[in-house]
Structure formats: structure tokens, C-alpha cells
């Protein structure tokens, strides 16, 4: 429940890129994904399917305001529907680097109260999808990674780099839940398009692929992501809509006081 | 039901205006079964529960929402009646529901809200057990398993949240008048879920006379105050409240062979504060609640010397431990009279420990979950095991039980009450 809206507001950054290209290691690479221009704010809706290996299917919608503070960023989510998590919202503060955990607060209708969440558990799947808190990272903490350029090749038509990232110890991989990932990272948008998972044991855990890459507002945006767990069969499919990148969303867009009074298309 | 017609009727007349209000109609309908597995077995409840929440956007800035919740209880006549605990008037009571839980205007403004109607206003930090959350009364006919999102019983009310940046921080000050004021409300004297009476000498006989309760009077109004932020990490409150306590004391009468009891409501003033802030995978979390002037019951048996007042500190800390799924969280509630002396009834320290652990599986569809509360002080419990399962976005069905232990205690007096549940749940 607590990290939808990150998984929104992440989806969101993960999805766009800015223009570069340029041969590089595997850590200049990942910087320069890191720093992409994806605007300075965002509003957009999100649909979100969740899938099972009998294809049984959940949907959630929401809507997510995203806004940067030089490199930190606040988001609020809301969920509009199904009516059982309707009005469920919650509010991050992103902070760069891995010095400081990020903030973020939950507000539960059930209860009418706003909760403090704890952020730090990275590895911890979240809402019942197939993304965990690392995941939906605009780019994963690259200072607790080995990065590795393994080569260059042609995916849907892209010409991609391909970059490896460890966990750089023990600790890291039990508390990420992974012991390798390999982006596909298209080398015309800086903008990752597929990212593949091993678990612990070092078997392949799960598979990311983002589709329908276009420009909005001059920002690089994948339209659509799939998260498939390939050893449950389980996937998660994102769908985004209605973006507005920029539109001067003020700071008291992302408070408390907003989580209470929940969101209302007016 | 006229002030409810008079906020919806003041809805509808945004509605006519020139601005076109979009109305909605969110909601769910529930089965509640439970059975009583222990002291006399039978069903406690097989209730058809309606749940609607009707919400209109009246212009840019005001908006009504609303919240009525409706049941009717076939084991009130499913089972059979009798002269103990299924009187007819306690059938009645039980038997159907129709309460309007909130009703109020909304009006946005950019640096305040404010609400005016039959509202739930919720302060404090800690689950399960108030401390702070002492503005609306709960409706206790099923003493505390309800979740407080029914039991509590909307005030009406007009609430005043103003917004002001300090210092780089942005500081929430709150404002409640309420006129509506209104005492808890009990479970049936005789029923199963009735708090047990005094205990009385052999030969005596027991009456409990009505009391006078706070109503709808500009002497029984209550006012309450908060201020929020956060500061360095820190989420904080400060709250006064000027109320009624939810729950009378009980004056004692003794003539020979009768003992009269008479509910007192008493007014009180409630000082306090909360806290929460998160450390890695952990999250601390409290809250504290002095009463000035709370009302207590004594061991005296005339009118002057059984009920009297005391300064009452009331205090919780939480903690919440999130891991691979897993969310555990212990909670420690105390209670504290500085002026306690061998005549108050109750200790001088009591209060509760819960633990609440839960996880998820199948994606969370399926999520098991166990809360436990051990009253230190008189040792007595209540363990309520849970699992959910979610079969589809609309379709949620629970399976549960409560079990009580001890031996008398806030807990131990339902001893005999251990029920298993079911719950199916559809929502729109």
C-alpha cells in the first residue's frame, strides 16, 4: 500500500529521459540517466493492472503530482478507484543519495489518520505489485552499485547500452533482493527501456519492459510498463495518461493537510 | 435528522446554482456473522450492513460529503427471545441501525479549510486504544471490536483549519466548536457486550437511575484547539480540548437494601501532544493526555463520596517495524493518577500492552494479521486473529475470531463472549 504513489511518481521519472548520447563506463552511463530533465513538475493519472498466473486481474487508478526540489523531489498519490482503497494517499519526500531515507506518510480512510511510514526496507514489495521499493527509484542509488558497461546492442530497433549492476555487498543484496540488474538503455533518450532482475541465488527473478515511448511537453515518457515476476507468473501492467509537465503545482500540493482532503477532479 | 436535512437541502442549493454539482455515491454492502463459541452458544450478529457515502462538488470550492450507515441483525430473530441477555428490548436495540455518521460542507480555501456539519474529527497517534482521540464519543454496544470508523458517533460541528508558513515550516492550527455534545453510548444494562456493574453486598438490590447527559445547550458546548508540523523530521501536535468525558461516573446512593446508582457526566479539560517519526525500518510513534479534572469513581457510598476528580495522566508509545512484508507493532499505554489516594477505585497505574503483527501473500490478496491486548494492570487480554482475502477489486471476505481472558478486568469481564466471525464484503 505505502509505495504506490512512489512507484507513480517513479514510473513517472523511470519513463522519461533527457537527449544525450555518447560512449561511457557503466557509471557515467547511469549518471547521466540520473540526471535527466524531467521537468520541473508533473500531474498525470495512472492505471495500474495486476495480473496473476490465471490471469485473474485487479485494477487500481490513481493520480500523482510530482514536483523537484533541485535533486529532491515531493509527490502526492492519490487512488481514485477500486472504492476499497479509495482515498488511500500517500505523500514522499524524496531525498538524493542514500544519506537520508526518504519521508513519507500514509493516509489511511479507515482509520482517518495520517501514519508515518518507514521507507528504508528497499526490498519490500508493495500494494500487491510486482515493484519493490528499489524499483520504482527513478534510478537506483548508484553509489551502492558496481557498475558495468557490458556492451552495446540492437533491441526493438534501439541501439542500447548494457549495463550491470551488483549490489556492492552482502547486506545490500539481501536488503535490495537482488544480486544483479541489467539495464537496456537506449543510447538516443538516455532512457532505460528494459531491466532484467536475478534474485539472491542468483536465479533470473523478474523482467521490466517499457513501451510506447513519446514526447510530452519535450519530456522523454514511456507510456506504458509491464513488471513480470517470471518465477510466479505474476505481472504488474502501468498505464499513464493526462500528463501536464510544469504547470507551477505549489508546495502545499504535498503536505499533510492534502492527504487529508483527498483528491477531488473538480 | 433536521440538521441532516438542512446540510444536504444546503448542498442541493449549490446544486441548483449556476455551478453544475457532480454528484457520487460511493459505498459497500457487508454480511457480519459471529457466533459466540464460548459461555452460551449462539449467533451474536447476522447483519446486512449498507454503507453509503454520498459526495457532491458544489463549486470550485465547497464540496458536502456524507457517510450513513444502515444494518438489520437477523439473530435478533433467529434466536430465540429470553429474560437475560435477548430481552425484547435488547432485541430491539440490536436489531436495526440507521445513524448518520458525517455530514458536512467543505469549503477549500488556500490557506485554510473549513467544515461545518456532523463531522469525525480524530486526533492522536496510537491504534486500537484512545488516549488523544477524545473528540467524538464511540458507540460501544459491541464494547471495542467495531472499528472506530463506525462506532464513533459523529458531532455536529464547525472546524477551522488554518495554514500559515513559519520559519520555512508549514504550521496547521486547529479550531472545533462543537454544540452537539454528546456523552458514549453503552451496550444494554443485561446484554452480553454490557459492562459488568459494581458488585453489590449480599441482600442489597441495585438500580440505576438516568442521568442528565450534556446536550444541545450553549452551557455543554465543547471547544477544542491543535497546532501540527513538522519539525526536524519530527511530526508533532499540540492539542487542548475543553469536553465531556465520554463515559459517566457512577454516584452511589445506599438506603437500606438498595443501592442506587445515577450516571454523572462531568466536564474536563484535556492537555496533550503526539509525536512520530521514522528511523530506518522503524517508526516511533506516541502520544500524551493529561485530563484536568477528570471525573473518577470512588469507594464511597453516598452521593459526595463516590464519585470525585482527579489531574489523570494518560500516555502511549508505539512502535511500527516494517520487514520483507512484515509489519509488527507493539504498543505500551499507561495511566497515572498523581493524586491518587486508597479511596479512588481504580489503581494508581494502569494501562494496556498490544502487539499487532501482520503480513501479505499472493500479492495481498491474502493477508493474515493478529492484534493482542494485555491489561497489566489487572491482567486480563483480548486476542483478535484475522486473515482477509481480496477475490476480486469489489468482493473481500474475513475470517476471524476474539477471544477475551482473565479473570473479571477491562478484557476478563467478557470472558464468556469468544466469538468466531465471518465477513463478506462487497464495495462500489
Known amino acids: 500500500m505505502k509505495v504506490i504513489g512512489l512507484l507513480i511518481l517513479s514510473a513517472t521519472m523511470f519513463f522519461v529521459a533527457p537527449v544525450y548520447s555518447g560512449e561511457s563506463g557503466g557509471l557515467e552511463i547511469m549518471q547521466q540517466v540520473d540526471a535527466r530533465d524531467d521537468g520541473d513538475d508533473l500531474i498525470q493519472k495512472m492505471k495500474q493492472r495486476l495480473i496473476d498466473r490465471r490471469g485473474n486481474v485487479r485494477e487500481r487508478e490513481m493520480i500523482s503530482f510530482r514536483k523537484d526540489y533541485a535533486k529532491d523531489s515531493k509527490s502526492i498519490t492519490y487512488f481514485l478507484a477500486p472504492s476499497n482503497v479509495r482515498d488511500t494517499a500517500l505523500l514522499t519526500w524524496d531525498y538524493d543519495g542514500i544519506a537520508k531515507d526518504d519521508d513519507q506518510w500514509l493516509y489511511l480512510p479507515a482509520l482517518k489518520k495520517v501514519r508515518r511510514i518507514s521507507s528504508s526496507d528497499r526490498g519490500d514489495y508493495f500494494m500487491g505489485t510486482d515493484f519493490t521499493f528499489e524499483d520504482i527509484k527513478q534510478t537506483p542509488e548508484l553509489e551502492d552499485y558496481n557498475w558495468t558497461l557490458i556492451g552495446s546492442e540492437v533491441l526493438d530497433g534501439h541501439n542500447v547500452w548494457v549495463v550491470e549492476g551488483e549490489p556492492k555487498t552482502d547486506g545490500l543484496k539481501k536488503n535490495l533482493g537482488y544480486s544483479n540488474a541489467r539495464y537496456y538503455i537506449r543510447k538516443d533518450i538516455n532512457m532505460y527501456i528494459r531491466v532484467d532482475f536475478w534474485d539472491r541465488k542468483g536465479k533470473e527473478l523478474k523482467r521490466l519492459v517499457s513501451e510506447e515511448i513519446k514526447q510530452i511537453d519535450g519530456v522523454w515518457t514511456a507510456m506504458r510498463g509491464t513488471m513480470t515476476n517470471i518465477q510466479s507468473g505474476h505481472r504488474t501492467e502501468l498505464s499513464f495518461s493526462e500528463h501536464r509537465y510544469n504547470t507551477g503545482l505549489t508546495d502545499r500540493t504535498f503536505s499533510e493537510r492534502m492527504l487529508k482532503r483527498g483528491y477531488r477532479a473538480k | ?428
Not at chain 2, 447483519?47 to 463549486?59: F, M, Y
Not at chain 2, 491489561?375 to 469489489?394: I, N
Open chain 2, 1 to 428: 435528522m433536521r440538521r441532516i436535512v438542512l446540510i444536504v437541502a444546503a448542498a442541493l442549493a449549490f446544486s441548483s446554482s449556476a455551478f453544475a454539482a457532480e454528484w457520487t455515491m460511493h459505498g459497500s454492502l457487508k454480511n457480519e456473522t459471529a457466533y459466540f463459541v464460548s459461555g452460551e452458544k449462539r449467533l451474536d450478529k447476522l447483519q446486512t450492513r449498507l454503507d453509503l457515502k454520498p459526495e457532491a462538488i458544489l463549486s470550485d470550492r465547497w464540496e458536502f460529503r456524507g457517510r450513513l450507515l444502515a444494518w438489520y441483525d437477523a439473530a435478533m430473530d433467529v434466536e430465540q427471545t429470553n429474560a437475560t441477555d435477548l430481552t425484547t428490548g435488547i432485541k430491539k436495540h440490536y436489531r436495526t441501525y440507521l445513524q448518520s455518521k458525517e455530514a458536512y460542507l467543505l469549503y477549500g480555501g488556500d490557506a485554510f479549510d473549513f467544515r461545518i456539519g456532523q463531522q469525525q474529527i480524530v486526533w492522536g497517534k496510537t491504534d486500537g486504544l484512545r488516549m488523544l482521540d477524545i473528540v467524538n464519543p464511540l458507540d460501544m454496544r459491541e464494547f471495542m471490536l467495531d472499528d472506530f470508523l463506525d462506532s464513533r458517533i459523529g458531532l455536529w460541528s464547525a472546524r477551522l483549519n488554518w495554514y500559515a508558513d513559519i520559519g520555512g515550516s508549514e504550521h496547521e492550527f486547529e479550531f472545533i466548536v462543537i454544540p452537539d455534545a454528546r456523552p458514549g453510548e453503552f451496550a444494554p444494562a443485561g446484554s452480553r457486550w454490557a459492562f459488568a456493574l459494581p458488585a453489590t453486598p449480599a441482600g442489597i438490590a441495585l438500580a440505576v437511575q438516568p442521568g442528565d447527559e450534556p446536550g444541545w445547550r450553549l452551557s455543554d458546548v465543547e471547544a477544542g484547539l491543535a497546532w501540527r508540523s513538522n519539525l526536524s523530521g519530527w511530526d508533532l501536535s499540540l492539542n487542548w480540548f475543553y469536553g465531556w468525558k465520554d463515559s459517566p461516573n457512577m454516584q452511589k446512593s445506599l438506603t437500606p437494601g438498595l443501592l442506587t446508582l445515577t450516571p454523572v457526566y462531568q466536564r474536563m479539560n484535556t492537555v496533550g501532544g503526539s509525536f512520530s517519526n521514522a528511523f530506518g525500518a522503524l517508526v516511533l510513534r506516541g502520544e500524551v493526555a493529561v485530563n484536568i479534572g477528570e471525573g473518577i469513581n470512588r469507594t464511597g457510598v453516598t452521593p459526595a463520596t463516590s464519585i470525585g476528580r482527579e489531574t489523570t495522566v494518560n500516555a502511549a508509545f508505539g512502535l511500527d517495524y516494517n520487514k520483507n512484508n512484515w509489519r509488527i507493532s507493539p504498543q505500551f499505554f499507561v495511566r497515572y493518577l498523581p493524586g491518587w489516594d486508597k479511596n479512588v477505585v481504580e489503581d494508581q497505574a494502569s494501562g494496556f500492552v498490544s502487539l499487532m503483527v501482520s503480513t501479505d501473500y499472493m500479492n495481498e490478496k491474502l493477508k493474515p494479521e493478529i492484534i493482542g491486548l494485555y491489561d497489566w494492570a489487572d491482567g486480563s487480554w483480548m486476542l483478535r486473529p484475522k486473515v482477509s482475502y481480496e477475490f476480486s477489486d469489489q468482493i473481500t471476505a474475513r475470517l476471524g475470531g476474539d477471544v477475551f481472558g482473565g479473570v473479571n478486568g477491562f478484557f476478563g469481564q467478557f470472558d464468556k463472549n469468544d466469538r468466531i466471525y465471518s465477513e463478506i464484503e462487497y464495495t462500489f
